[in-house]
C-alpha cells in the first residue's frame, strides 16, 4: 500500500509529464486538506545555482515539483502573474548573465519595452529566464539567495 505522496507522484506524472515530482522522505508536509503542500521549482539542472538551491530545499525536507525551464518554459501569463506575485519588475526575471540574452543584445532593448513585450519575449525561450525561479502559496523567488529562501519558506510554513 503506498502513502499519500506514491499516489500524489503518480497523479502527477500522468497530469504534468514533463515534470519530476521531489516530496520529502523526513515526513509529511502539512497542508490544507491532508495532502503536502508542493512548490514549483524552475530550474536549469545543468545550473550550478539551480542545483545549490535544490539542494537546499531537499536538505529541509520541503516538498516540491522540478519543472526545467529549457523543456517546459513559461509561458507568458504565468510570467505576468509570477511577477505580480513577486513584487519585482519584470526586467528582473531575464537571465542577464545568459549567452542568448547577451547575443541578442537584449542589455540595448528591454530598457524600452513595457511588461507585456518583456513577457512574451522571456516565454520563447527558457534560457531568457532568470533561474531558479520558486513559486509558492502567496510567493514566487526568483533567483537564489539562501537567506531570502528560508525566510520565505519558513513564513510558508507559519514557523
Known amino acids: ?5 506514491d499516489k500524489m507522484n503518480k497523479r502527477l506524472a500522468a497530469e504534468i509529464p514533463a515534470a519530476v515530482n521531489i516530496l520529502p522522505e523526513k515526513g509529511p ?3 490544507g486538506e491532508g495532502e503536502p503542500a508542493m512548490l514549483l521549482f ?17 536538505s529541509r525536507g520541503t ?9 517546459e518554459r513559461p509561458t507568458e501569463a504565468e510570467l ?5 506575485r513577486s513584487g519585482l519588475p519584470m526586467k528582473k526575471f531575464f537571465n542577464t ?13 528591454v530598457p524600452s519595452m513595457n511588461e507585456a513585450e518583456m513577457a512574451a ?16 502559496d502567496g510567493f ?16 510558508a510554513e507559519g514557523i
Open 42 to 58: 524552475v530550474c536549469y539542472p545543468k545550473c550550478t545555482t539551480c542545483q545549490k538551491a535544490r539542494k537546499f530545499l531537499e
Open 140 to 155: 514566487v523567488l526568483v533567483g537564489f539567495r539562501q537567506e531570502n529562501w528560508e525566510k520565505a519558506l519558513e513564513a
Open 63 to 71: 516538498a516540491f515539483t522540478v519543472r526545467d525551464i529549457k523543456e
Open 97 to 109: 548573465s545568459g549567452q542568448l540574452y547577451r547575443g541578442m543584445g537584449l542589455s540595448e532593448k
Open 1 to 5: 500500500m503506498g502513502n499519500v505522496y
Open 121 to 136: 519575449l522571456l516565454a520563447t525561450d527558457g534560457m531568457l529566464v532568470k533561474r531558479p525561479i520558486l513559486v509558492g
Open 29 to 31: 508536509v502539512e497542508a
Open 80 to 84: 505576468l502573474d509570477w511577477q505580480a
